[in-house]
């Protein structure tokens, strides 16, 4: 077994606390069989952050967050700090962690497993094999542009501003991820802006086109980010990956999110530049919010956590066939009718946050048996 890794949780507000917990018990599977060597340290992001520390994020949080191997962060926010001011909110928490650990690619999977495609609100075989990877960059555009700000001007009009920017390696970084990643999956990007409208968009296309001369074998299409938005529920399978800015990339991942089904079954990856030493910043989270509206009920899918530590393994310790396992195992328990009321049908008994957390160990003993 290798040197040990790592990993900082942070379960963060809402449901974070519990889906953690029923995500802990697959880790220490993992780790008890001696398939991985983790250290676990656990630290606070978010609301809960502000309320002991009076900031959504502290530097020795961020610090420590840095110094891991991979970091796995549950969820933020919720009601109780919707009214605090900007810079205090639980978001701006989970933005200083993407900025200070440098995550630029956010692959946000939409993944339709077979036995939930009743689940999705379009038609079954409109989603039926659905496997898209939406690629979204994370550090630049509107979410970090400057100028921005409120301002009042002379007359007494207030104005609102914000800047969407992106410079060429910008692009290209992330771009570059979309088309290894392709690479590996149906060899197809679609890249989407709204080069139409925008000169940032037209920046983007430019960009991704010579970036393409590099990867002559993926095919590359090009969509404007509203196109993107109604294909994507008109005939979602013509996608296989799709690279876009921060904001569309937001919009069109919560938008993907929803072909799936539930929002409790999708994990996401940031990851940021490999260094000379071979590390690479990594950051994984569940697509879901924090739910406060049933955070504490024991209800809550744990499984996008679950999920999310899959691609952990994959990702940052290159560690598939344990992966590879944990997908199956998470199938099986689906197969098997054990759901969380989220993805329960008719007929199905849900099972609580923690049961699904046990099912999901019983299964991965089974399979490993
Ligand atoms: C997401 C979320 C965040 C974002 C919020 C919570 C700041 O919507 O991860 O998609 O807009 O990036
Ligand atoms: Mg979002």
Not at 194 to 212: C, D, F, I, P
């Amino acid at each position: 077994m290798t040197s040990a890794k790592n990993i900082l949780l942070l379960p963060g507000d809402g449901i974070g606390p519990e889906i953690t917990a029923a995500a802990r018990k697959t880790f220490a599977w993992f780790n008890d069989t001696k398939r991985t060597n983790f250290v676990f340290t656990e630290d606070l992001i978010g609301g809960v952050s502000y309320d002991t520390h009076g900031t959504p994020l502290t530097d020795a949080a961020l610090k420590r967050a840095q110094e891991a191997d991979a970091v796995l962060m549950a969820s933020v926010g919720g009601p109780k700090w919707e009214t605090l001011p900007f810079k205090d909110r639980p978001e701006r928490g989970l933005l200083a962690m993407r900025k200070g650990l440098g995550v630029f690619a956010n692959l946000r999977p939409a993944l339709v497993f077979d036995v939930l495609a009743n689940a999705s609100p379009l038609k079954p075989e409109i989603v039926q094999g659905l496997d898209i990877m939406i690629v979204r960059e994370l550090l630049g555009g509107v979410y970090f542009g400057e100028p921005r700000g409120i301002e009042t001007l002379p007359n007494g009009e207030r104005r609102g501003i914000n800047t969407q920017v992106y410079t060429t390696s910008e692009i290209q970084r992330v771009a570059r991820v979309a088309f290894e990643l392709a690479r590996k999956r149906s060899k197809k990007v679609c890249s989407v802006e709204k080069a139409n409208v925008m000169e940032s968009g037209v920046l983007w296309r430019e960009e991704v086109t010579k970036l393409h001369d590099e990867y002559k074998d993926v095919e590359l299409v090009h969509m404007y980010a509203d196109n993107c938005a109604m294909q994507l529920v008109r005939y979602p399978k013509q996608f296989d990956v799709i690279v876009s800015d921060n904001l569309f990339g937001d919009l069109l991942s919560d938008l993907a999110s929803m072909l799936p089904g539930s929002l409790g079954m999708l994990p996401s990856a940031s990851l940021g530049a490999r260094d000379s030493s071979g590390r690479q910043p990594a950051f994984y989270e569940p697509i879901h919010g924090s739910a406060p509206d049933i955070a504490g009920k024991g209800v809550a899918n744990p499984l996008a956590m679950i999920l999310s530590y899959g691609m952990m393994l994959r990702y940052s310790f290159d560690m598939a066939a344990n992966a590879d396992l944990l997908d199956a195992a998470v199938k099986n328990v689906l197969r098997a009718g054990i759901r969380t009321p989220d993805i329960a049908e008719k007929g199905q008994n849900p099972v609580s946050t923690q049961a699904m957390g046990d099912a999901v160990v019983k299964e991965l003993a089974r399979l490993a048996a």
